[in-house]
């Protein structure tokens, strides 16, 4: 069975960090892009960062380029997203996500999902 379980949400300041953690179990990690999405209240699903099978490629969205860092641990099937200079519009619930076929920024195209870390960001 199936499991992607975040970690690491939280309450912070603005101009704050987070580490978030994504363990995967239940398919083979290192086979799939591994992605992080994010929904705020009212909000559709956004895409917030993506990192390739081997490594070599990670993708952001513009909102958050430079300030946040996905990285992955294949041998620990886990993923992460660094999270610096948080602002208010990064509060959300914070989903990380796995596809296997190729890089996608579309939450249609995932294949697995985690249930959520919440972030807060304060002002």
């Known amino acids: 069975q199936v499991h992607l379980v975040e970690s690491g949400g939280g309450s912070v300041q603005a101009g704050g960090s987070l580490r978030l953690s994504c363990t995967a179990s239940g398919f083979t990690f290192s086979r799939f892009y591994m992605n992080w999405f994010r929904q705020a209240p009212g909000k559709e699903r956004e895409f917030v960062s993506g990192?390739?099978?081997?490594?070599?490629?990670?993708y952001y969205a513009d909102s958050v380029k430079g300030r946040f860092t996905i990285s992955r641990d294949n041998a620990k099937n886990t993923l992460y997203l660094q999270m610096n200079r948080l602002t208010p519009e990064d509060t959300a619930e914070y989903f990380c996500a796995a596809n296997e076929d190729s890089p996608s920024h579309r939450a249609m195209s995932m294949d697995y999902w985690g249930r959520g870390t919440q972030v807060t960001v304060s002002s």
């Open positions: 990192i390739s099978r081997d490594l070599q490629s990670t």
